[in-house]
């Protein structure tokens, strides 16, 4: 059984920083997509960024491009989220999510992941 686990969520300040990790347990496929979103109260679900196993590329919404960013464990299925100049409308809970599918462009779309943690909130203060 596939399980993911978010962790790093919290309170924090207009312009601080925080990081999340993502672990996935139960998952042996060497092709996977792993990405993080993120889904604020009276707002739609949107991808944040977003990490495949083939090429080994990085995708970032253009709301975090240039503030966010996600680094991994080699030979493990983790994804890191450094969240750096934090806005007020960053506040939301935070997702992590995979699928055994290799996704490129795309992965920000959310409907094409199996997998999904349960979350961590995420509030930035003014």
């Known amino acids: 059984e596939v399980q993911l686990a978010e962790s790093g969520g919290g309170l924090v300040q207009l312009g601080g920083s925080l990081k999340l990790s993502c672990t996935a347990s139960?998952?042996?496929?060497?092709?996977?997509?792993l990405g993080w979103f993120r889904h604020a109260p009276g707002k739609k679900r949107e991808g944040a960024s977003c990490?495949?196993?083939?090429?080994?590329?990085?995708f970032y919404a253009d709301a975090v491009k240039g503030r966010f960013s996600v680094s991994r464990d080699n030979g493990k299925y983790t994804l890191d989220l450094q969240m750096n100049n934090l806005r007020v409308e960053d506040t939301a809970t935070y997702y992590c999510?995979?699928?055994?599918?290799?996704?490129?462009?795309?992965?920000?779309?959310?409907?094409?992941?199996?997998?999904w943690g349960r979350g961590t909130p995420v509030t930035v203060s003014s």
């Open positions: 990490f495949n196993s083939e090429d080994r590329k990085t």
């Open positions: 999510a995979a699928t055994h599918r290799v996704i490129g462009l795309g992965c920000l779309f959310s409907g094409l992941y199996d997998y």
């Open positions: 139960g998952f042996t496929s060497k092709d996977y997509t």
